[in-house]
């Protein structure tokens, strides 16, 4: 016997609409779940930090992801735009 699909999921949209689907799942998931972002954060901060002191991992980008995740955009953003602002000038 077949199990039955999961009538949430589009049936015929392409990737598009699959794409936006498990983008707003994730959204979803994180909201309901904040201390498993908050962990998915703090483990992706701490991999970047390793990779970046050792020579043969090109990884250090999951610092500035884990950053993201745990919230930190927030202060930086701003600071950043006005860099870049500047930096044009």
Do not use: C, Y
Not at 27 to 44: C, D, E, Q, S
Request: net charge positive; glycine share 8%; hydrophobic share 45%.
């Amino acid at each position: 016997m077949r199990p039955e699909f999961d009538s949430r999921l589009p049936d015929s949209g392409g990737d598009r609409n699959l794409k936006k689907h498990l983008k707003e799942h994730i959204k979803n998931f994180f909201i309901r779940n904040p201390k498993t972002k908050k962990a998915i954060g703090i483990v992706l901060v701490a991999l970047g930090l390793i990779a970046l002191f050792t020579p043969l991992t090109p990884g250090s980008w999951l610092v500035p992801i884990g950053l993201e995740m745990l919230g930190f955009h927030l202060l930086l953003w701003d600071k950043f735009k006005l860099w870049l602002q500047n930096r044009n000038k």
